[in-house]
């Protein structure tokens, strides 16, 4: 039962260039979602994703782009790496809070996280 | 603005010792609170789960408590170990905005021997 997979684990980038941290759940989740976690600070949300084909802003989406096109994929790319972005990244999925026999739980389920250097 | 504060900021204790960690929340209207535990390099795991309705929950030494008209939580962890040595995240969701949920800054527990 892998849950949610997330790659790389480790990744060091220049500042300027691109990349993509991928996530991947085999729970058939509709909810996926993506948080960054740095120093002090609480989770942040990034972006989010309530379905395939569907993406929503979060709390800090500024220099990350998101797209869903499977239910089980829900890659977060960097188009133009910053130093801000040195960060600790978590994907999580969930289902949808009002479908789990009628409670309302939404328990997220996270990935091991991906330790990003922008030098 | 939703908010959702934890204190202590981190909390040192001795193994086999009690414990208690808080969390005042003001997201409205209310649909759920968890407790995850997060291991040092580590993605977060949920330890419980409580709704409007529940009042108390546990999960083995873990017992989180809800009061939902002052809007606190607490987290009791009895006869600790080295392994509760972890970040606590009390996490609250709001009865609305489809799988948004506000997340407080964490406890840091050390467990000493």
């Known amino acids: 039962n892998a849950g949610v997979t997330q790659t790389p684990k480790f990744q060091v980038l220049k500042t300027g260039q691109s990349m993509t941290l991928q996530c991947a759940q085999d729970?058939?989740?509709?909810?996926m979602s993506w948080y960054r976690q740095d120093p002090g600070m609480g989770l942040r949300l990034i972006h989010y994703?309530?379905?395939?084909?569907?993406?929503d802003q979060g709390e800090v989406p500024n220099g990350y782009n998101v797209s869903r096109s499977t239910t089980e994929d829900f890659p977060l790319r960097l188009l133009s790496a910053a130093p801000s972005q040195t960060s600790v990244y978590f994907c999580?999925?969930?289902?949808?809070?009002?479908?789990?026999?009628?409670?309302?739980?939404?328990?997220?389920?996270f990935g091991e996280g991906s330790r990003l250097t922008v030098l | 603005k939703n908010q959702v504060e934890q204190s202590p900021q981190s909390l040192i204790i001795l193994e086999g010792k009690n414990c208690t960690l808080q969390?005042?929340?003001?997201?409205?209207?209310?649909?759920?609170l968890r407790w995850y535990k997060q291991d040092t390099g580590r993605g977060p795991v949920s330890l419980t789960i409580?709704?409007?309705?529940?009042n108390t929950k546990s999960n083995g030494r873990y017992t989180a408590t809800l009061d939902a008209d002052t809007k606190q939580s607490s987290l009791h962890i009895t006869a600790s170990q080295l392994s509760d040595s972890a970040s606590y995240i009390c996490?609250?969701?709001?009865?609305?905005?489809?799988?948004?949920?506000?997340f407080g800054d964490g406890t840091t527990l050390t467990v000493k021997p």
């Open positions: 999580a999925s969930s289902i949808p809070p009002l479908r789990r026999g009628g409670q309302n739980t939404g328990e997220l389920f």
């Open positions: 729970m058939n989740h509709e909810y």
């Open positions: 994703s309530v379905g395939a084909g569907i993406t």
């Open positions: 969390c005042n929340y003001t997201v409205s209207p209310f649909s759920n």
């Open positions: 409580m709704t409007f309705s529940e």
């Open positions: 996490v609250v969701r709001a009865n609305t905005n489809a799988g948004k949920s506000t």
